[in-house]
């Protein structure tokens, strides 16, 4: 399905025109001002990128900045294991002394 874009000659708005095949007819309108004075312009053309192009385009600080957030993450990860772990053994200290209590009234 070709997409074709206009600029209207009144407003300066670009509009875009979807049709079903190249041979089909097709009533372009400016979606502005409705205007039908409109100019053909060349459409951009976005090729496919592989995603090694994509990588190689990416900012060279990038994988230091994944890098660092991971290291980061996993700090944060052992703390918080860390933390709740503590938690946890005193909570097993606390039902032990409990019980111990219980035992001696």
Do not use: N
């Not at 192009?53 to 994944?66: A, G």
């Not at 860390?82 to 032990?96: F, H, P, S």
Request: hydrophobic residues 30%; glycine residues 4%.
């Amino acid at each position: 399905m070709p997409i074709y874009e206009f600029r209207c000659r009144g407003c300066l708005e670009v509009t875009e025109v979807i049709t079903r095949g190249i041979s089909s007819p097709f009533d372009a309108v400016c979606g502005q001002c409705g205007s039908r004075e409109l100019d053909r312009i060349p459409s951009r053309i976005i090729p496919r990128q592989t995603e090694a192009t994509k990588i190689e385009q990416l900012d060279p600080r990038y994988d230091r900045w994944v890098d660092e957030t991971m290291a980061k993450s996993r700090q944060d990860s052992q703390r918080d294991i860390a933390e709740v772990r503590q938690k946890e053994a005193k909570a097993v200290t606390d039902a032990k002394a409990q019980r111990e209590k219980k035992k001696t009234i």
